[in-house]
């Protein structure tokens, strides 16, 4: 377990962003911007309109981080969690789980949040509970 | 103009996940870990998120299309079912242990680390499979 700094400027700089990165997909183009939904949609390799608009966002994103690597934010900062095994399970239940859950962190979390969606209000509850109860139990009882 | 504002979109949202922090796995873990050492950072990211993006979605919903494309597409199902909250689950499970979801592990993959790239990788099996055996069943259905 590595101590992290609490950054709440930098925070809430980064929030807004993600807020504003939302209302700008859905005031241009009408669109959630959900990332999962986003990434899993290029996964299809459908070459149609959808995967084209999808391809774009995602290209954007790469260049955002990118550019804050380049700029301001310190990439060594980065710790990572356990071993190859478990990335590969994080990975999995994640890449299952926000396909049958219809969504992550931005597309209920941010944006069916911000539109009221009882869907994602009861998705949000879920995900942030389990992800709290799985910290809880690996860390404070079987102590990794 | 459309394009661009899609890319925008993106660069903003790439630019947020990183600047907020939530491209370290052991921050994200940190702020899950309410009964250790607490890293409260996260709700600042998803309060302003929220807050920035309701009062957007309260002024562009007075509009009846968006501005270059002929409609809002919105969700339309209302259903509190097993497999929304099954999923929001096994999600929960994957980003608590490994600190990861899927925009800043997909926003991560420029750092070029090792296990930005696997963790994408086995999403990304996890999403096909899973849209794989959707599309199965959808199809015995019909």
């Given amino acids: ?144 | 103009m459309g394009r661009l504002a899609i890319l925008l979109s993106g660069l903003l949202f790439g630019t947020g996940v990183t600047v907020s922090g939530m491209v370290n796995p052991m921050k994200v873990l940190n702020f899950l870990d309410i009964f250790g050492q607490w890293d409260a950072t996260l709700i600042f990211v998803m309060g302003a998120g929220l807050i920035v993006t309701s009062l957007g979605y309260q002024i562009i919903f007075r509009r009846s299309a968006p501005l270059f494309a002929t409609s809002f597409r919105l969700p339309t199902s209302q259903d509190i079912d097993t497999k929304l909250l099954g999923g929001a689950a096994l999600f929960g499970l994957g980003w608590g242990i490994s600190g990861f979801c899927p925009g800043p592990a997909i926003a991560s993959l420029v750092f070029g680390r090792m296990e930005s790239i696997t963790f994408v990788l086995a999403m990304s099996a996890g999403m096909i499979l899973t849209k794989q055996i959707q599309n199965r069943a959808q199809t015995s259905k019909a």
């Fill in chain 1, 1 to 144: 377990m590595t101590i992290t700094e609490f950054t709440p400027l930098t925070g809430l700089l980064g929030g807004a962003l993600i807020g504003l990165s939302a209302v700008l997909l859905m005031a241009g183009h009408g669109r959630i911007a959900g990332a999962s939904g986003i990434f899993a949609g290029l996964l299809t390799l459908k070459f149609d309109e959808e995967f084209n608009w999808q391809l774009v966002f995602i290209v954007g994103m790469l260049i955002g981080a990118a550019f804050s690597a380049l700029s301001f934010f310190d990439t060594s900062s980065i710790t990572f969690n356990g071993g190859p095994l478990t990335t590969i399970a994080g990975g999995l239940f994640v890449g299952v789980g926000t396909v049958l859950g219809s969504g992550c962190t931005s597309g209920h979390g941010i944006c069916g949040l911000s539109r009221f969606s009882k869907r994602s209000l009861a998705a949000t509850c879920t995900f942030m509970a389990v992800a709290i109860l799985t910290v809880f139990v690996t860390r404070h009882v079987l102590g990794a």
